[in-house]
Nanobody, 120 residues
Framework: QVQLVESGGGSVQSGGSLRLSCAAS????????MGWFRQAPGKEREGVAS???????KYADSVKGRFAISQDNAKNTLYLQMNSLKPEDTAMYFC??????????????YGQGTQVTVSS
């Protein structure tokens, strides 16, 4: 059974940093693409970053240069380092996993989310 549990969210001021963590169980990272998504109130869920089985990363244009996705295979934990946070980054952030470990499409599994709030 796949389980993804996010942590690390909170409230910060504009320009601050947070590091989100996602503890994964029931999956082996090398056989999945891992990603972070977010959803703000009244908006659709959007992809933030992804990391495939060969270590290739992709980022939404809105977070490029500010966010970094990484994983610790020994701990089966995914991270999202978020720097220079802006009020528009305020959202619920979700960890996700896709069986399409190279293409990073059709994410099948999501965690329960962790809230990030950035004040101006």
């Amino acid at each position: 059974q796949v389980q993804l549990v996010e942590s690390g969210g909170g409230s910060v001021q504009s320009g601050g940093s947070l590091r989100l963590s996602c503890a994964a169980s029931g999956i082996t990272f090398r056989r999945y693409c891992m990603g972070w998504f977010r959803q703000a109130p009244g908006k659709e869920r959007e992809g933030v970053a992804s990391l495939n089985n060969i270590g290739a990363t992709k980022y939404a244009d809105s977070v490029k240069g500010r966010f970094a996705i990484s994983q610790d295979n020994a701990k089966n934990t995914l991270y999202l380092q978020m720097n220079s946070l802006k009020p528009e980054d305020t959202a619920m952030y979700f960890c996700a996993a896709s069986k399409y470990y190279y293409a990073c499409i059709d994410f099948d599994y999501y965690g329960q989310g962790t809230q990030v709030t950035v004040s101006s």
